[in-house]
């Protein structure tokens, strides 16, 4: 019998990568690493699955858990979770530890002291579950690390939290989510010698962004490493040749923040100087040291790999981490890797055709179809370009066949640049504000290579641009999102596309836009269907598409925005002509709830609810809420109510009605619409333009419309205390959040519950919410933060 298999603590050369369920996938790499292999790895100590379980029973304390994890019936409620996991740990970390195993953990401790002939060495103690970092299933960081401990005790306490970290919000969420039963993972605490870390980062074996195995990817950024993972800094990136073993990319990045250890213990937060903060965190024949590292260890283990890595002070490169990677390696074995299709007109000429504003990231060629009448859309084919004056919600058809959009006018709030965000298509706008127009100058069937990261559009396809892959400016090693106080949604208007981003870590959908329903499917003016006999069919189309939305985020709330098409956009559906009026500023016009009680159209809006009511009461749907745009005065609110009360649309504990709060009036009266409504969603485009009297739509006066002007900020603030004294909740549907990163701090320090973003920018805000947070609490817990967000200065 294996006697390792009973013993409470094994040193890293007694381990190999297969003693997973001995200590767990960290533990077992870090041996694997010194026992394996001749790259340089900090020495230390693994406490077993064993001694966990012995904690665990000889404490007593596993019933206590397994009673409480019965009460957890819905992971999906963050408070649950938070308050069941947090009593939980309590629990495992004021249990004392049996004095056996904290003997041997202590004398562990002083053997290594012994051996690294230190005083009392300074350590790191990471958590390694037996579930975690497993080849198909990236667990990675979702238990505790501690960094820079030392002292005996110190580390036998640690090593107690990190086992309950085995109970963190994140790890429980996770695990319920893969399907790992919390009962099969036992934790086992790395003790390592602290690499004290002047530089650090993370590397890959593949590129991660692009599934390129013929490259090594190393991300950096100075100090400790945890900033690289919690997204709090934008490192440098270089991009390694794995057959020269030459640097053929690099990007360095303004890191002006860094995690430092300090010398009697712990770890803070410090600013980088400027020189400092500019410069690479390695020198080129260290980059080049550390691809060569991760090639052995790729060799070694025989697959892609993720590694940790450290640089100390006397400039020592050490391996403080490797494992297999999950993503590209899952779809190598089931032969999914993506390869790059030559196209037969490529050019290495860099000819400048157009230039325009950047509206929706990513770089794509292909043929140009030119169209400037909406009549025309339907000659558009799958996979061209297309290239018009501006788009409406009638072209959302073609949109999407589009590889990529190009338009004459408009900014960055106009309908091209918001629906290719959203669908993740390269956009660029507004190329007539930049000297000429796309219509004039690019020609139905050229072939061109659009660049809408950087706002141009290229003669032919580009070689460089459209093979070689765009890198990344951040790695993480797991796809892990910690759960965060103020919830990050996300904007959809085609329901085609929910089921595509339901898997994104989304808290719902804050805001899906009716609109999208009409023009891709009804496309008939609501009227005229009434007239003609037909009412059903908008109930049954809006319901269907709804319904899709709705069962692909359930059990997610999804909050539907009802129509808010103004009366040009109506007049575009058929039979509209006979409906609507000529209105010379319909921005400002008959539209949102203006309309709905209007005796003209209240009997449109009423299939509106009727389909809200069949998505809730005949297909199941209980998730579904609604929002009412455009209300101008506290009467209306009163009046779209009462209509919606009386076809059975009740405000109740699972139905919500929320109010757009994009009109001045929305802020300065909001202590009335309070009766009314649950909440509000901060339309920041309309609402800008209101606040500053400029019209979004304009191109002359668009530099001067900026959601970041301080008019908006404090009129949000003012919504938001106003709308929590009386229990209110207040989110952000509109522009400002997708496009700007410190309006979402603010938003956050603001108080905000809710922020909706386009699909693309989930992932990144919701690192960046839980960064804020983590930020706030930080400060307060220093004194360094204000106790009220009126005292920030913006």
Not at 128 to 155: I, K, M, W
Not at 506 to 535: C, K, N, S, V
Not at 581 to 603: F, N, T, V
């Amino acid at each position: 019998m294996d006697q390792r298999k009973t013993a409470n603590v094994l040193w890293f050369d007694e381990l190999k990568r297969e003693d997973v369920d001995l200590v767990g996938g960290k533990s077992s790499s870090l041996g694997e690493l010194t026992s394996g292999t001749n790259v340089p790895v900090p020495f230390g100590f693994a406490t077993t699955a064993s001694a966990y379980r012995y904690f665990m029973n000889k404490t007593g304390i596993n019933d206590k858990i397994n009673n409480l994890l019965k009460n957890l019936k819905d992971v999906e409620n963050s408070d649950e979770l938070h308050k069941i996991c947090s009593q939980i740990r309590k629990i495992i970390v004021s249990a004392e530890m049996p004095a056996d195993l904290a003997k041997q953990i202590g004398d562990s401790y002083d053997q290594l002291a012994l051996k690294m002939k230190v005083n009392e060495p300074f350590v790191a103690v990471r958590s390694s579950a037996t579930a975690e970092d497993l080849p198909d299933a990236s667990f990675a960081g979702q238990q505790d690390t501690y960094l820079n401990v030392h002292g005996r005790d110190n580390v036998i306490q640690k090593v107690k939290e990190c086992y309950a970290s085995t109970f963190t919000d994140r790890a429980t969420y996770y695990r319920v989510k893969r399907g790992f039963p919390h009962e099969k993972v036992a934790l086992s605490a790395a003790v390592q010698m602290m690499a004290f870390s002047k530089a650090s980062g993370v590397m890959f074996t593949v590129n991660v962004a692009t599934g390129d195995d013929t490259k090594v990817m190393i991300e950096g950024s100075w100090g400790l490493g945890e900033y690289i993972v919690q997204g709090t800094v934008t490192p440098d990136n270089f991009v390694v040749d794995k057959a020269s073993g030459k640097i053929v990319d690099k990007t360095i990045n303004n890191k002006n923040i860094e995690l430092i250890r300090l010398h009697d213990g712990g770890v803070e937060e410090r600013k980088v100087s400027e020189d400092m903060a500019k410069s690479a965190c390695l020198t080129d024949e260290q980059v080049e040291t550390l691809a060569s590292y991760a090639k052995e260890i790729e060799k070694h283990y025989g697959c892609y790999m993720d590694m940790e890595w450290s640089l100390d002070g006397n400039n020592k490169l050490w391996l403080v981490q490797a494992r297999p990677e999950t993503v590209w390696s899952q779809r190598k074995k089931e032969g999914k890797m993506t390869k790059e299709v030559a196209s037969e007109k490529v050019t290495t000429d860099h000819k400048v055709l157009v230039n325009g504003l950047p509206a929706s990231p990513g770089i794509k060629s292909g043929i140009v179809h030119v169209i400037e009448n909406p009549e025309d859309i339907d000659e558009f084919k799958e996979g061209e370009v297309l290239v018009t004056l501006m788009t409406s919600p009638d072209w959302v058809p073609a949109m999407k066949k589009a590889s990529a959009i190009v338009t004459n006018n408009g900014g960055m709030t106009c309908h091209a640049a918001i629906v290719s965000r959203e669908m993740q298509i390269p956009c660029i706008v507004g190329t007539a504000s930049r000297g000429a127009k796309a219509t004039a100058v690019l020609k139905t069937g050229q072939e061109v290579t659009v660049d809408a990261k950087n706002g141009v559009v290229y003669q032919g396809v580009v070689a460089d641009m459209v093979k070689k892959p765009a890198q990344t400016s951040q790695v993480v090693s797991a796809e892990y999102f910690p759960p965060t106080a103020t919830k990050v949604m996300m904007n959809l208007g085609d329901p085609d596309l929910a089921e595509k981003y339901a898997s994104l870590p989304a808290d719902g959908i804050g805001l899906m836009r009716e609109e999208f329903l009409w023009t891709t499917y009804i496309h008939q003016h609501p009227l005229y269907l009434i007239e003609t006999g037909h009412p059903e069919r908008v109930v049954n189309e809006l319901a269907s598409g709804i319904s899709k939305v709705a069962r692909a985020m359930n059990p997610r709330p999804v909050v539907l925005r009802f129509s808010d098409f103004k009366s040009s956009e109506y007049r575009n559906l058929k039979g509209g002509d006979k409906y609507e009026p000529h209105e010379s500023a319909d921005l400002l016009g008959w539209r949102g709830a203006s309309r709905y009680y209007d005796p003209k159209y209240i009997e449109a809006f009423k299939l509106e609810l009727a389909a809200v009511k069949k998505v809730r009461d005949e297909f199941g749907l209980k998730n579904l809420n609604v929002m009412i745009p455009f209300c101008r005065t506290v009467d209306e609110a009163r009046k779209v109510v009462e209509i919606m009360v009386e076809c059975g649309l009740k405000r109740s504990a699972d139905f919500k009605i929320f109010m757009m709060a994009e009109i001045p009036s929305n802020i300065i009266l909001a202590d009335q619409f309070n009766q009314f409504i649950d909440g509000y969603s901060i339309g920041s485009n309309d609402l800008t333009m209101l606040l500053l009297g400029c019209d979004r739509n304009n191109d002359t006066v668009a530099s001067l419309f900026d959601e970041r002007n301080l008019a908006v900020k404090r009129a949000i603030r003012h919504l938001i205390k106003t709308a929590h004294k009386d229990g209110k909740t207040v989110s952000i549907c509109g522009q400002a959040p997708s496009e700007y990163p410190e309006f979402t701090e603010f938003l956050v320090k603001s108080g905000i519950d809710y922020v909706s973003v386009n699909p693309d920018m989930v992932k990144a805000t919701k690192r960046n919410v839980a960064s804020y947070e983590q930020r706030i609490i930080l400060d307060h817990a220093t004194g360094l933060g204000k106790a009220d967000p009126e005292d920030y200065e913006w």
